[in-house]
């Protein structure tokens, strides 16, 4: 069995500050996982992905992620927020099974970018 | 998004209608994935299917939901006599071709009226 938590619901910075969104994870297995992005009525975009490689993952648009298996955490980060920041990101995480066992998401962050 | 479509974007029916929702994968992907997103939580798995098997449907609630992907055609998410509880947005995914990553559609935003 797998599960997400993401810490935060909303996350509210000021523009050209740093962003950083908490997740942390359970999972039986050794996972792979994912940040998602989804802008408003839009679908998902894959920001990153940790697959037992590096532990510190740099995704697009800035955004990296730091696996951390002793924490089990999996926070995504950037050093500097821009506008079109703002957005709904969701963790996932996955035991690589099909079906419901692949993805699990977590409720997903939505970050605020203020002016 | 590997090429991911899906069609309707928006689609508006009154309670008892049936809904049916189309994803097409880009060419070459033969497995899909169906969420259903309602407002303000994440997606939650519905039902995974390859070319014309049904792979795991444990996520489905058991009445008045179907899905299909023929050998031809796109996949087809069938809800019959739909409800208000229906209204959600409904995504469908395949997987990349390294790792456990999918791709996402941009989903059909239900409303049930």
């Known amino acids: 069995a797998q599960s997400v938590t993401q810490l935060d619901s909303h996350v509210s910075v000021s523009e050209g500050t740093p962003v950083l969104l908490r997740c942390n994870y359970s999972?039986?297995?050794?996972?792979?996982l994912f940040w998602y992005v989804q802008h408003p009525n839009k679908g998902l975009q894959l920001l990153l992905k940790y697959t037992s490689a590096a532990t510190l993952v740099k995704g697009i648009n800035g955004f990296e992620a730091e696996f951390k298996k002793s924490e089990t955490s999996f926070h995504l980060t950037k050093p500097s927020a821009h506008m079109s920041d703002a957005a709904e990101y969701f963790c996932v995480v996955s035991t690589g099974g099909g079906g419901a066992d692949g993805l699990t998401f977590g409720k997903g962050t939505h970050l605020i970018i203020q002016p | 998004n590997a090429g991911v479509m899906q069609n309707p974007r928006h689609l508006v029916r009154r309670r008892g209608q049936e809904a049916r929702l189309r994803c097409s994968p880009m060419k070459g992907h033969s497995h899909v994935y169906w969420y259903r997103q309602l407002p303000e939580e994440g997606l939650k798995f519905m039902v995974y299917?390859?070319?014309?098997?049904?792979?795991?449907e444990s996520g489905m609630p058991k009445e008045r939901f179907s899905a299909e992907f023929p050998k031809e055609g796109p996949s087809i998410l069938r809800i019959q006599q739909v409800v208000r509880g229906d209204s959600a947005a409904y995504f469908c995914?395949?997987?990349?071709?390294?790792?456990?990553?999918?791709?996402f559609g941009p989903g059909t935003r239900l409303t049930v009226t």
């Open positions: 995914a395949t997987t990349g071709m390294i790792g456990y990553e999918q791709y």
């Open positions: 299917l390859q070319k014309e098997n049904i792979i795991d």
């Open positions: 999972s039986s297995y050794s996972p792979s």
